[in-house]
């Protein structure tokens, strides 16, 4: 399974580009909004890649992110959804503006991509609204990781112990992806926040997906 390729853009078509992986070409097709963001011939690109196998075809599909890639797995798995329409929809919202879309049940957002008619726009949406937070999750920055004590340094000294928690206190950093995930959603910064709170409070050992599932829950409108 090819799963990334990176190398010299040979070609841009309306929907495809050449890609020069070692003096091997790589015909890799993308949506409209990666090939707007990929670099102009002769530049060096790297895509995250998904390959479609049929009896009689071999095609390449590129992402510019992993989000974007799980998106298009996620897609293509709801029936009518084949990769060309996958595409469409993520040209015309991003992997940002799916989650988003159905996230909140916004089938009319999914519609608006080129070739989704409203039934399987609202079908895209009942099937996969329950996927969208972990793939927001993965949008998310890792938290970093600490450097390495330097080479023949003096180790400092143990802390006194501490008195161990009644419960798993609630990462700080799955709190603050699971906030940033609602924030690029559209809702405000205080009321995204004082849901995540809630969230984090009713299940402290919640990772930043199930924060963001528990916090949309709690942002739906009610009735």
């Given at each position: 399974?090819?799963g990334?390729?990176?190398?010299?853009?040979?070609?841009r078509?309306?929907?495809?580009?050449?890609?020069?992986?070692?003096?091997?070409?790589?015909?890799?097709h993308?949506?409209?909004?990666?090939?707007?963001?990929?670099?102009?011939?002769?530049?060096?690109?790297?895509?995250?890649?998904?390959?479609?196998?049929?009896?009689?075809?071999?095609?390449?599909?590129?992402?510019?992110?992993?989000?974007?890639?799980?998106?298009?797995?996620?897609?293509?798995s709801?029936?009518?959804?084949?990769?060309?329409?996958?595409?469409?929809i993520?040209?015309?919202?991003?992997?940002?503006?799916?989650?988003?879309?159905?996230?909140?049940?916004?089938?009319?957002?999914?519609?608006?991509?080129?070739?989704?008619g409203?039934k399987?726009?609202q079908?895209?949406?009942?099937?996969?609204?329950?996927?969208?937070?972990?793939?927001?999750?993965?949008?998310?920055?890792?938290?970093?990781?600490?450097?390495?004590?330097?080479?023949?340094?003096?180790?400092?000294?143990?802390p006194?112990?501490?008195?161990?928690?009644?419960?798993?206190?609630?990462?700080?950093?799955?709190?603050?992806?699971?906030?940033?995930?609602l924030?690029?959603?559209?809702?405000?910064?205080?009321?995204?926040?004082?849901?995540?709170?809630?969230?984090?409070?009713?299940?402290?050992?919640?990772?930043a997906?199930?924060?963001?599932?528990?916090?949309?829950?709690?942002?739906?409108?009610?009735?």
């Amino acid at each position: 399974m090819i799963g990334r390729l990176a190398g010299r853009v040979d070609w841009r078509g309306p929907d495809h580009v050449l890609l020069d992986v070692g003096g091997v070409g790589y015909i890799v097709h993308v949506s409209d909004r990666t090939l707007a963001a990929l670099p102009a011939v002769g530049g060096h690109a790297a895509l995250y890649t998904d390959l479609l196998v049929r009896e009689d075809l071999l095609q390449l599909f590129g992402f510019s992110t992993l989000q974007e890639k799980e998106w298009h797995r996620l897609l293509t798995s709801v029936q009518g959804i084949g990769a060309r329409a996958s595409l469409a929809i993520l040209g015309a919202l991003g992997p940002d503006g799916v989650s988003r879309a159905i996230a909140l049940g916004d089938w009319a957002a999914v519609k608006a991509a080129p070739g989704v008619g409203p039934k399987l726009a609202q079908r895209v949406v009942n099937e996969l609204k329950g996927r969208a937070a972990e793939v927001m999750a993965m949008g998310t920055a890792p938290a970093p990781v600490a450097a390495p004590a330097t080479e023949g340094a003096a180790p400092a000294p143990a802390p006194p112990p501490a008195p161990a928690p009644a419960a798993p206190p609630q990462t700080a950093s799955a709190q603050a992806d699971a906030l940033s995930a609602l924030v690029n959603l559209g809702y405000a910064q205080g009321e995204a926040a004082a849901a995540v709170a809630q969230a984090a409070s009713e299940t402290p050992e919640a990772d930043a997906s199930a924060l963001i599932r528990a916090a949309l829950k709690a942002l739906a409108p009610k009735g």
